[in-house]
């Protein structure tokens, strides 16, 4: 199966600041990146799409100027949580699928906490 | 969207039984996956089933794309077979995302 990588692992951080967390597809190039968020003992939600050299689709409820997803390669997209805050705390993941392919392929997943 | 139920919500069995997990999705689809998470959360890719059957191991999955319903089949299970088990369904290929099910939490006793 493909390989993508998401980094770090895991982040704590003081409320109010922001935090980058990066998903790279290490074997492929993907022109389209997902992101999600699991909160504790719930399934996963798909937040954005992130798509090379375009802006990003966010689904309804998701607060674009709050997670800011920036792809700026075939091979890397990122997402920012700005001024982050308690609520904020979750396990984030990111998928990736190969050109001409279906089948979705997931990262590590990050564990934020937010102090 | 597509809505999808997985079921039984939590499964106990003991080290050696066989097991049944099923997905239910609302609408035709073109990519159906199914996940094990492990502790750390990490998604196993355990099959991309769309339609057919597959078998793996001691895992197996079917997929009734005109009945709207997945099964993965777990045999002998283990204690490392324990975990969250995810369906997940999309139907605009690889540029959409996945719709995923609450999964089903299994855990194997010795």
């Known amino acids: 199966g493909a390989v993508v990588s998401q980094h770090p692992s895991w982040v704590i951080c003081k409320s109010g600041t922001s935090v980058k967390i990066e998903c790279r597809s290490l074997?492929?190039?993907?022109?389209?990146m997902f992101w999600y968020r699991q909160f504790p003992k719930q399934s996963l939600m798909l937040m954005a799409t992130?798509?090379?050299?375009?802006?990003?689709?966010?689904e309804q409820g998701v607060e674009k100027d709050k997670f800011l997803i920036n792809h700026a390669s075939l091979t890397l997209s990122t997402l920012t949580v700005t001024s982050a805050h308690p609520e904020d705390s979750s396990f984030y993941i990111c998928?990736?699928?190969?050109?001409?392919?279906?089948?979705?392929?997931f990262g590590q997943g990050t564990r934020l906490t937010v102090v | 969207g597509i809505q999808v139920e997985q079921s039984p919500p939590d499964l106990i069995l003991q080290e050696g039984a066989n097991s049944t997990l099923r997905c239910n999705f609302s609408?035709?689809?073109?990519?159906l996956q199914w996940f094990h998470q492990n502790p750390w959360g990490q998604l196993i890719n355990l099959f991309y089933?769309?339609?057919g059957t597959k078998q793996n191991g001691r895992l197996s999955a079917t997929t009734v794309a005109t009945e709207r319903y997945s099964l993965l089949y777990i045999s002998s299970s283990q204690t490392t077979d324990s975990g969250v088990y995810f369906c997940a369904v999309g139907s605009g290929g690889g540029a959409d995302g996945l719709t995923f099910g609450k999964g089903t939490h299994l855990i194997i006793q010795p």
């Open positions: 992130s798509n090379e050299g375009s802006k990003a689709t966010y």
């Open positions: 074997d492929f190039q993907a022109t389209t």
């Open positions: 998928s990736a699928v190969r050109p001409s392919g279906t089948e979705a392929f």
């Open positions: 089933i769309p339609s």
């Open positions: 609408d035709s689809v073109n990519n």
